[in-house]
């Protein structure tokens, strides 16, 4: 059968089904006709990427909508029961259109298959559903976010009873449970009345949003930092841009001693169209337009941002002319691990199985950073879950002690508290190490000018290009196969030495469609299809002598490749 044949029957079958109501339906009959359309709408089921299920959202199978959402709870109530006896599920949700309905949707079918479902009243950041996963003792957990994606797309990340985002064993399980869910008819619903009266439906308040306030609060390195005038002196800014980290993020900054917290009030409050900017993502400089006009009035030390669901956190900085700067994620992520293990080594902490974990598209100069102290650094596939994974099994031997877990892509977490990346956590550990700085007479940018001095100007680029549909599927996909069995010999007049191709599953990894070009002078790039975007992702990296030579090579490099990338696309 072909795709778009298979497309138009699955259209035929919401468009007839008793069980759709009639605003789905009458959203389907708008487009009727439309081949291209329906077949994007339903030529596949959302599958789980990096970050569990995320889409567009509108009627379709290929679309986040309460059926989805709906048969994905039933496939995943099924297995859990398969693995526990008296299973419970923590939820949470930020911002976006849609997330309380659908946190609910997934409650009611919980609740009506015997699981004791803990909701959030409100929205909460997503490190924090892996905290109170933890901290309740719960079986799994649940959260509705596309994270920094636009304002069309909403997301379903599923945990562990870990706290962590489930590993791909795990996630093949729920895949294979939800597939097994044939129709609508097999989805078990509750209303939420009866469902609270049974007490299968419970709210979450004030004791575990304080217990999550606290645990964040104690990973600070430096309790009586801010105690005296450095508390009132130095000047934050905090856009939550719109998104779940207002509340936790101002409530930790106040608890470890910053007084002078400014909140962009266009950013403060939940909008899920996130009307002040272009894309709701801290690792773009224009989502900071607001928020550096604020620093200038304040004259703030420093800015941050976090992204809906708070689970990535971006720092602008002021440079040596005196001009705000965005740091990327490689950046900040070096900051905080020369920041944390130099305040560990100086306290006498610093244990000697000490590990940095990063993933493999991050830059080499936080690891250099970290073996320079004498810690471990350990190497996953992108997404945070793989993180966690390692965390997990630190945790289980004790031979090695986690101390820093970052993505480039603005992914942060210190402490053992979660299992997910956290801008909360990340804001106080940047915050604070402005403070320390700021009381030697330095700036963060200045630290990182030392930095660059000491280990080599690292610098990286991040590129994506955009291919929707089915043809753009097919496009990425030809793309990678290109580069996989025709590999260039050399790349920008360097010697291309090693391929790293991770489909197979290379170097302890699970296998994921990754290919990494490492060159003779000490550069890389890497090719990655995004797991929760039509994009593919062209990753770059370079490390010079001077900041000079560093941009002058990164330049050549990403204008071959993406020469390339370009052509095929």
Same mark, same amino acid.
């Given at each position: 059968?072909?795709?778009?044949?298979?497309?138009?029957?699955?259209?035929?079958?919401?468009?007839?089904?008793?069980?759709?109501?009639?605003?789905?339906?009458?959203?389907?009959?708008?487009?009727?006709?439309?081949?291209?359309?329906?077949?994007?709408?339903?030529?596949?089921?959302?599958?789980?990427?990096?970050?569990?299920?995320?889409?567009?959202?509108?009627?379709?199978?290929?679309?986040?909508?309460?059926?989805?959402?709906?048969?994905?709870?039933?496939?995943?109530?099924?297995?859990?029961?398969?693995?526990? !006896?008296?299973?419970? @599920? @923590?939820?949470?949700?930020?911002?976006?259109?849609?997330?309380?309905?659908?946190?609910?949707?997934?409650?009611?079918?919980?609740?009506?298959?015997?699981?004791?479902?803990?909701?959030? &009243?409100?929205?909460?950041?997503?490190?924090?559903?892996?905290?109170?996963?933890?901290?309740?003792?719960?079986?799994?957990?649940? @959260?509705?976010?596309?994270?920094?994606?636009?304002?069309?797309?909403?997301?379903?990340?599923?945990?562990?009873?870990?706290?962590?985002?489930?590993?791909?064993?795990?996630?093949?399980?729920?895949?294979?449970?939800?597939?097994?869910?044939?129709?609508?008819?097999?989805?078990?619903?509750?209303?939420?009345?009866?469902?609270?009266?049974?007490?299968?439906?419970?709210?979450?308040?004030?004791?575990?949003?304080?217990?999550?306030?606290?645990?964040?609060?104690?990973?600070?390195?430096?309790?009586?930092?801010?105690?005296?005038?450095?508390?009132?002196?130095?000047?934050?800014?905090?856009?939550?841009?719109?998104?779940?980290?207002?509340?936790?993020?101002?409530?930790?900054?106040?608890?470890?001693?910053?007084?002078?917290?400014?909140?962009?009030?266009?950013?403060?409050?939940?909008?899920?169209?996130?009307?002040?900017?272009?894309?709701?993502? +801290?690792?773009?400089?224009?989502?900071?337009?607001?928020?550096?006009?604020?620093?200038?009035?304040?004259?703030?030390?420093?800015?941050?941002?976090?992204?809906? !669901?708070?689970?990535?956190?971006?720092?602008?900085?002021?440079?040596?002319?005196?001009?705000?700067?965005?740091?990327?994620?490689?950046?900040?992520?070096?900051?905080? @691990?020369?920041?944390?293990?130099?305040?560990?080594?100086?306290?006498?902490?610093?244990?000697?199985?000490?590990?940095? $974990?990063?993933?493999?598209?991050?830059?080499?100069?936080?690891?250099?950073?970290?073996?320079?102290?004498?810690?471990?650094?350990?190497?996953?596939?992108?997404?945070?879950?793989?993180?966690?994974?390692?965390?997990?099994?630190?945790?289980?031997?004790?031979?090695?002690?986690?101390?820093?877990?970052?993505?480039?892509?603005?992914?942060?977490?210190?402490?053992?508290?979660?299992?997910? &990346?956290?801008?909360?956590?990340?804001?106080?550990?940047?915050?604070?190490?402005?403070?320390?700085?700021?009381?030697?007479?330095?700036?963060?940018?200045?630290?990182?000018?030392?930095?660059?001095?000491?280990?080599?100007?690292?610098?990286?680029?991040?590129?994506?290009?955009?291919?929707?549909? $089915?043809?753009? =599927?097919?496009?990425?996909?030809?793309?990678?196969?290109?580069?996989?069995?025709?590999?260039?010999?050399?790349?920008?007049? =360097?010697?291309?030495?090693?391929?790293?191709?991770?489909? +197979?599953?290379?170097?302890?990894?699970?296998?994921?469609?990754?290919?990494?070009?490492?060159?003779?002078?000490?550069?890389?790039?890497?090719?990655?299809?995004?797991?929760?975007?039509?994009?593919?992702?062209?990753?770059?990296?370079?490390?010079?002598?001077?900041?000079?030579?560093?941009?002058?090579?990164?330049?050549?490099?990403?204008?071959?490749?993406?020469?390339? $990338?370009?052509?095929?696309?």
């Amino acid at each position: 059968m072909t795709q778009i044949k298979q497309a138009l029957e699955r259209f035929e079958s919401w468009i007839n089904d008793p069980l759709i109501d009639e605003a789905t339906k009458a959203e389907l009959n708008a487009i009727a006709g439309q081949e291209k359309e329906i077949e994007d709408r339903f030529y596949r089921e959302l599958e789980f990427g990096t970050g569990g299920l995320r889409g567009i959202m509108g009627a379709g199978t290929n679309r986040l909508n309460r059926y989805t959402v709906g048969k994905a709870t039933q496939g995943l109530a099924d297995w859990l029961l398969k693995r526990s !006896d008296k299973p419970s @599920v @923590v939820i949470a949700h930020d911002s976006r259109n849609q997330s309380p309905e659908f946190s609910l949707e997934a409650a009611r079918v919980l609740a009506a298959n015997g699981i004791v479902t803990y909701l959030y &009243k409100g929205l909460r950041p997503t490190p924090q559903l892996s905290f109170s996963v933890r901290h309740l003792g719960a079986t799994g957990g649940i @959260v509705i976010t596309a994270s920094h994606n636009p304002p069309e797309y909403n997301g379903y990340k599923v945990y562990g009873s870990d706290g962590c985002q489930l590993i791909p064993a795990d996630a093949e399980q729920v895949i294979s449970a939800i597939g097994e869910v044939a129709g609508f008819d097999q989805i078990k619903r509750i209303t939420q009345s009866d469902a609270e009266a049974a007490g299968l439906i419970r709210w979450l308040g004030d004791e575990e949003d304080q217990a999550y306030i606290d645990i964040v609060a104690s990973q600070s390195l430096n309790s009586t930092l801010l105690k005296d005038e450095l508390g009132e002196s130095i000047s934050v800014v905090y856009t939550p841009l719109h998104g779940a980290g207002n509340m936790p993020v101002r409530e930790v900054l106040k608890a470890v001693g910053f007084k002078q917290v400014h909140i962009v009030a266009e950013q403060e409050q939940p909008d899920g169209y996130f009307s002040t900017v272009k894309s709701p993502n +801290p690792e773009e400089r224009e989502a900071f337009t607001l928020a550096i006009e604020l620093g200038r009035e304040k004259n703030a030390d420093i800015i941050i941002g976090t992204d809906p !669901d708070c689970d990535r956190m971006g720092a602008v900085v002021k440079n040596n002319e005196g001009e705000y700067v965005v740091l990327t994620g490689n950046q900040s992520g070096a900051l905080m @691990v020369y920041y944390l293990l130099s305040q560990l080594k100086d306290q006498g902490r610093l244990p000697d199985n000490g590990v940095v $974990v990063k993933t493999i598209v991050t830059s080499e100069m936080g690891a250099d950073i970290a073996k320079s102290f004498g810690a471990e650094v350990v190497n996953t596939l992108t997404g945070f879950k793989y993180i966690g994974e390692k965390m997990n099994q630190y945790e289980k031997s004790g031979k090695q002690a986690f101390l820093f877990g970052y993505e480039e892509s603005y992914g942060y977490l210190t402490g053992t508290y979660a299992r997910d &990346k956290d801008a909360v956590v990340a804001s106080l550990l940047i915050c604070e190490a402005a403070a320390y700085y700021k009381k030697q007479g330095k700036t963060l940018y200045d630290v990182l000018l030392e930095l660059y001095s000491k280990y080599g100007t690292y610098l990286e680029k991040l590129e994506s290009r955009t291919l929707k549909g $089915v043809d753009g =599927v097919q496009k990425i996909g030809a793309i990678m196969e290109d580069w996989r069995v025709s590999a260039p010999a050399e790349v920008a007049g =360097v010697k291309v030495e090693q391929v790293l191709d991770y489909l +197979p599953g290379i170097n302890g990894l699970p296998p994921e469609n990754v290919l990494k070009f490492l060159l003779a002078d000490g550069s890389w790039f890497c090719l990655r299809p995004s797991g929760t975007e039509p994009k593919i992702k062209v990753y770059f990296a370079v490390c010079g002598k001077s900041p000079e030579e560093a941009s002058a090579s990164l330049d050549k490099l990403v204008k071959q490749v993406m020469q390339k $990338v370009d052509f095929q696309a």
